[in-house]
């Protein structure tokens, strides 16, 4: 018979160093002198009343400082008709990301909320509710994982861009409930996926209102696809406020603004109970690709404007106070 307490002392071990690890990653940062004060092992304890398999739920307001001080609900991750009028310094900051244009922001959110459903996105976070999400990546780390039925298992199956399923099933699944893009990502969808569209501009929010409607919008900074297949009554627009908010309270301003993968993961976390992470990070030989494209690897992460390095500590201290579940290949 298997000895569990022997188990469970090792298991604790292993979280335990891990959370070291990740502790002395960080002692570089500013962030240190806080963490060090945390007592991990108080994550250890029995999570009897949440619903949710490995962890208590994340809208349940539990104990951990570091996540609290962060975690603010008060900020929608969607636009929404009563949400959309920026403040001035989320404006100006969002409007210095990408290349600058004229438009007049109010009147392409009215034509945009005359498009897409501009109200009442996920404000139904209760403590009997356990929403499991999966949020998958490209990583080549998928490549021979068999995660396919562990990924369509969540309740949410959040993809990201052109990410393809065919012939890819066994590893990555074949159901997608929302697909996150932005204009220059685009691809079309299944009629039961929601489109949710992070703008990184005013004319990625004229795009959508475009691809839906007449097709006019055919270039941002590059070609892009005029019309799209989606179900309008699903499309959902990520916050610019939202997207302020990740990167100066979690990403403590690192990088020019988050990445696709990271503001997708943030979205999980504030609307889903339980979050499980698929396709993040480098392959099993340390090379970074995406697990359908053979041999176009890069020896190390292609992060651009973006804090990879950040981004993926903090991703990994989330795991560590169980926010997350990191499934990081086998
Ligand atoms: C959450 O965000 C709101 C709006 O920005 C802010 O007023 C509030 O102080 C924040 N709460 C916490 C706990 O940081
Ligand atoms: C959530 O949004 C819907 C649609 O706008 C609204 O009818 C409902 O009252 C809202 N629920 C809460 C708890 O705010
Ligand atoms: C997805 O895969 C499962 C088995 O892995 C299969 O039963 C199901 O029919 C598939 N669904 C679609 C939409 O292909
Ligand atoms: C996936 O892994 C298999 C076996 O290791 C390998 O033959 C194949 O080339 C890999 N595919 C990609 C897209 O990396």
Redesign the pocket.
Known sequence: MVDLKHLKSKLLIVLFCSCAATLVLFSYSNLSSYLLQLDYRQSDKPVSKALCAFRQCISVEDEDPWFMKRFNTSISPLLSQENAILSKSTYYWWQRLQTKQNANYGDVVRKLFQVVPG??HY??SAPNRCRTCAVVGNSGNLNGSDYGSIIDSNDFVIRMNKAPLLGYEKDVGNRTTHRVMHPESATNLQKDTSLLLIPFKTLDLEWITSALTTGTVKRTWMPVMAKINADKNKVLIYNPTFLKYVHDVWLERHGKYPSSGFLTLMFAIHICDEVNVFGFGASKDGTWQHYWEKNKFRKSEPTGLHAGDYESLVMKLLACKRKMKLFEGR
């Open positions: 109200k009442g404000n139904d």
